[in-house]
């Protein structure tokens, strides 16, 4: 094909394109986004604005702590969650918590318009490119209308880096350095970058970059706390960097998604892999995401100063890093207009527009978005991942032009790659050995693991109800109180979907559940006669005699434990059991003078603490606790204990003060409650699954 680049076909074709694009952005994307709130940008503004309230913010990663908060304010969005965002991605949009909701998104979309036209700017100093393609390739990029539904801002991500890239160009390598880092804290895979800096020998854009980042920690750590910057550290990140911070065995576009549905079972999301294998799975996913991402990394070459050499290489690294992401998202890959433009670029210089036609057909491919296949079993899944092969060609171009550079090949040689070579190699071998293990001892769970039959991701705070259970199943419809036996599970009579059922209580006489909605969480009397019981109340329970009724209320965000004695729904009767100085979490209640809970103090860790008959609380000497159960017959306690990053389970013997530990695996079990025979427990467990998205387990712990 021989068609010249300013021939008035190709002009008429990409002018007519653009505006089809600009029309279908101005007319459907745009208005849509402009009416609705939707997951994600409610995630960014509540979060924000409850920091700026004073709200204690330790617990914003938990599934239901946030659901609560965005209840509380009407927001509309049905479910929300923050895992796996970053504390410092929260602050975005700190400017807007003065607005309402939809108010707040109309300036984010405004401003992401604006974002738009200084990337357009930098790319076309940095390419060359016309004005007219640049938009184009804006126009034709899908993940960019999905970005502005969401009120995503990986438009403020892609500005922060394709400025990076520019101010290196110019010298400003201090400059480039700090916009890497601010991009790392609200995204962490810009951190990569980083081994650009070191690569081409660049201290000043990389201690520019680490004095930046160690600033948006402080900043994280002050306006959130140092419990939510740990908790991000220590738990979601693990989880994250390994392809389990969301549900994994879709398979949309990752590696690690492939390689989950092809290896690893799971009881109800992935029951029949093509071959169950956690050996397999270990040593494929860092072999292959090395092989993909190395190339970046070795060709990069420090003696070439080329602008052209710099920008291609800039783009090599991240399309790298999108392609080995384990938790990639549709909207991510707006990120790819930088590459794109610069193998554009290239192409037309050399006047291959064969290869242009072919950059286009992969461009599109990897902006179209692919429902989840989670019906296909076995290599057939591979059919259904187009993005993954788009972008693997995509970059494999990008290497192909790095290679075959005549500056390279000319320059000296540079020895400092075998030692890259052999530490990427070092690190894929403990890579597949740590995976392997961790794969294979969270399998052990699966002993315990009681049939799932309702079709929710998080299964919370079980119960025994005679031969059956109850749980909060969360769906994507909200928060529903569930009850299973041998026969199926079936919804409470009383389930309202307006309403989010977030705790409860049982006993022979009552179920009690909180309701979550605007302004406050109550907790409400189901049945043929269904009554509000307290207002402005969380995590109900009643005593074993069912006559007093303890239950937690909150003030910005910091809980604090309340006791009816009296009548249930009389307030009269009510007493604090704990003073304010305590941040109650929660609790486990037998009576008024017998229970436990877990709480923090002065903003440090949670510990769990009892209480006797004259309400006198005692600090136990557990390290860092929570999710106390007290046995029916007062002699033990379970509790989930923090260590290595993972809750485990362990016991303590009420009347010798003797502790063991239960399990010990690499994911958590949390959320204990006691069978009435004092010697099985029921709880909650993410083994296999996500983080925090747990299943119901049962266990006998004593003999």
Known sequence: MTIA?????????????????????????LPRAWRTLNTDFPNYYLTARLAHEGFDTSRMYEWSWIQREKDHRAIDDRTMGLVPQTPFSLLVMWPLTGLAPLAAKHIWILLNLGFLIPIGWMLRSMTGLSYRRIALAFALSLPLHRNFSLGQFYIFLLLLLVAACWAYLRGYHALAGALVAI??????????????????RDWRALASGTVTLLATVGVSVAVFGWNLNRSFLYQVLPWALHGEAMPSYAVNASISELLHHLFLSEPQWNPHPWHDSPLCYAVLLPALQMLVLAPAILLIRRRIDDRSRVVLEWSALLTALLTVSTEPAFYNFVLMVFPTCVVATILLQRKKYDWLIALLIVYLGIGVPIPPQNFTTGPAVLLHVLRLPCMLALLLGIYALLWSDPLAKHAPQDWNRLAWAAALSILVVFSAISTFHRESAVRQEYAYRLPQQAASFLNATPHPAGTAIRYVGFTMAGYQLLAQDQSGVSPQPSFDPQYDDLSFTSDVK?????????????????????????????????????KHLAFVRDNHGSGRLMLRTGPLSDPAFEIALTPPALNVYEASFLSDEDFAFSAVEDGRSPRIYLSDATHSNTRLVLGESRYPALSPDGR???????????WNLWLRDQNTGERKRIADVPCNQIQPAWLDDSKTLLYTTDCGRSLWLAAVARRKVIP
């Open 5 to 29: 680049p300013n021939d008035s076909i190709v002009r008429w074709l990409e002018g007519a394109a653009l505006c089809l694009a600009v029309l279908f952005l101005g007319l459907h994307t």
């Open 183 to 200: 991009a790392a804290a609200c995204k962490i895979f810009p951190i990569a970058f980083c081994v650009f800096f070191l690569q081409r």
């Open 510 to 546: 009552h179920v009690l559940v909180e309701r979550s909605s605007s302004p406050k969480s109550e907790i409400v009397s189901v049945g043929p006669f269904e009554q509000t019981v307290v207002e402005d109340a969380r995590d109900p329970m009643l005593s074993t005699d069912g």
């Open 636 to 646: 033990w306690m379970a509790y989930s204990h923090l260590d290595g990053g993972y």
